[in-house]
């Protein structure tokens, strides 16, 4: 599989701050790019997802930001809150027509909003 | 509730033990997964079922055998597992990716997630 590089591995951020969470990829065949939110005891979930032909995508307070040049892509939570506190996983694939869709995975970024 | 139902949630045997994860989804899909995760690590795609067909086995031990019966369920057979096999185990389905040239619709290939079933092997 290829890899997709996720930073920083944990975050903490005050109520109210800006979190931001990056991963790069290397297969320029990815054309489909989410981020998945995962809580203690829970399965990951789809939080929001990107294709590359466009370089922002929003959904109320979180933000995709895409650079297809530079093969990176990041996820911004504006106003975060208590609640965000998860762990955010970044994925990319090929979304080959008609198939099953193969993510590869980032390897976490375990989010921390203090009251 | 995802539609994502996996049994056991917790699981807990020997290397010389024979055990089953269960996955059920009850969404209409026609793809499902076997993801691990474990700490520290990325989710690591297992096996892909396709219409019941297994499309891809990145290179998991034979000690690990999925089964697809129909397109709502899926297990994964355990026999003579490893303590590093201790992990989650999380089944996932979605609908196939959107074909080229189909008219737009709800389908964005999301993948679906069980809560996991948590295994120790002792």
């Known amino acids: 599989q290829q890899q997709v590089k996720q930073s920083p591995q944990s975050l903490i951020v005050q109520k109210g701050g800006i979190s931001i969470i990056n991963c790069a990829y290397e297969?320029?065949?990815?054309?489909?790019f989410p981020w998945y939110q995962q809580f203690p005891g829970k399965g990951p979930a789809l939080l929001i997802a990107?294709?590359?032909?466009?370089s922002e995508k929003k959904e109320g307070r979180f933000t995709i930001s895409f650079n297809k040049s530079a093969k990176q892509f990041s996820l911004h939570i504006m106003d975060s809150q208590p609640g965000d506190s998860a762990t955010y996983f970044c994925?990319?694939?090929?979304?080959?027509?008609?198939?099953?869709?193969?993510?590869?995975f980032g390897s976490g970024t375990q989010l921390t909003v203090l009251p | 509730e995802t539609g994502v139902t996996q049994t056991p949630r917790h699981l807990v045997m020997g290397m010389t033990n024979k055990k089953s994860l269960k996955c059920e989804q009850h969404?209409?899909?026609?793809?499902m997964y076997w993801y691990k995760q474990s700490a520290k690590k990325p989710l690591e795609l297992m096996f892909v079922?396709?219409?019941?067909?297994?499309?891809e086995n990145n290179s998991v031990p034979s000690r690990f055998s999925p089964e697809c019966p129909n397109s709502s369920h899926l297990f994964l057979h355990l026999h003579t597992l490893q303590p590093e096999d201790s992990a989650l185990y999380l089944c996932?389905?979605?609908?196939?990716?959107?074909?080229?040239?189909?008219?737009?619709?709800?389908?964005?290939?999301?993948?679906?997630f069980g809560e996991g079933s948590r295994l120790t092997v002792l």
């Open positions: 990107i294709r590359p032909d466009v």
């Open positions: 969404l209409g899909h026609n793809a």
């Open positions: 297969n320029t065949a990815f054309d489909y």
């Open positions: 994925a990319a694939a090929r979304g080959i027509s008609g198939s099953a869709r193969q993510l590869t």
């Open positions: 079922y396709n219409f019941k067909e297994q499309t």
């Open positions: 996932a389905s979605s609908q196939l990716a959107p074909s080229a040239g189909m008219a737009p619709s709800t389908n964005t290939g999301e993948l679906f």
